[in-house]
């Protein structure tokens, strides 16, 4: 069973801890945490401080908090998410000009490292890197905000990713974000992915989090 990620980017920021639990209560397995810079992308959420508050939540369910960092020069800040509680650390690619003294730092810090990449982005790019990382996080979207429609393409380069990882025999994650909904998300896993994030399939629409998980759990067990 693939892990499923609710991004709390989508819940509502008053009553986050309260969200989180409803989240982990209906058996989501990580929580993924958007952290964006108003420069790499063009919206600012959260720093350190709310990885904090919540990595304590996470703790209690044996939830991996996965901290996605969309922001110009992530190596200033990889030390406070580490120390803030962060399980894995995230990357772009597209702001690394020293992606693998990144990948080290952050692996030096005690987290699982991962590398994301835009829907723009080749996979070429993460050839040197590859053997190295602990995650690789294909963005399905283009990053900066929740409710986005998913970028088709983006399955093909999961299936492609997902072959380079078992030649080189790597355990490393595959994790899509991006408009990702109970209705894609068993192509998604068949593609090649075993962590799907979600922020408005779990957070938004009518329904509670706990029938929006439970939606996403019967689509992949179908
Ligand atoms: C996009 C973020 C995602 C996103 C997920 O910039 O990294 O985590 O908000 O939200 P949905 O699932 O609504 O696309
Ligand atoms: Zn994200």
Redesign the pocket.
């Known amino acids: 069973m693939p892990a499923l990620a609710p991004?709390m980017?989508?819940a509502d920021y008053g009553r986050l801890e309260a969200q989180a639990r409803e989240a982990l209560d209906a058996g989501a397995d990580w929580l993924?945490m958007?952290v964006m810079d108003g420069h790499f992308?063009p919206n600012l959420t959260i720093g350190p401080g709310i990885i904090e508050a919540l990595h304590p939540v996470a703790e209690e369910y044996d939830a991996p908090v996965d901290v996605?960092l969309?922001i110009e020069n992530p190596e200033r800040y990889i030390d406070a998410f580490a120390d803030a509680g962060a399980d894995v650390i995230t990357v772009h690619a597209e702001t690394c000009s020293h992606l693998h003294r990144v990948v080290q730092q952050i692996q030096e810090a005690g987290c699982r490292a991962g590398v994301a990449l835009n829907p723009a982005t080749p996979l070429g790019q993460l050839e040197a890197i590859l053997p190295m990382v602990d995650l690789v996080l294909v963005?399905s979207?283009n990053?900066?905000?929740?409710?986005?429609a998913f970028i088709p393409q983006s399955t093909t380069k999961i299936q492609r990713l997902r072959r380079q990882l078992n030649a080189l025999g790597s355990k490393a994650r595959l994790e899509v974000?991006?408009?990702?909904k109970p209705g894609n998300a068993l192509q998604l896993v068949q593609a090649g992915a075993d962590v799907l994030?979600?922020?408005?399939?779990v957070f938004?629409g009518d329904g509670s989090v706990e029938e929006n998980i439970e939606a996403f759990r019967s689509a992949l067990t179908l």
């Open positions: 991004s980017i989508a993924h958007d992308v996605h969309m963005m979207v990053p900066g905000f929740s409710g986005q974000d991006g408009g990702v994030v979600a922020g408005s399939a938004g």
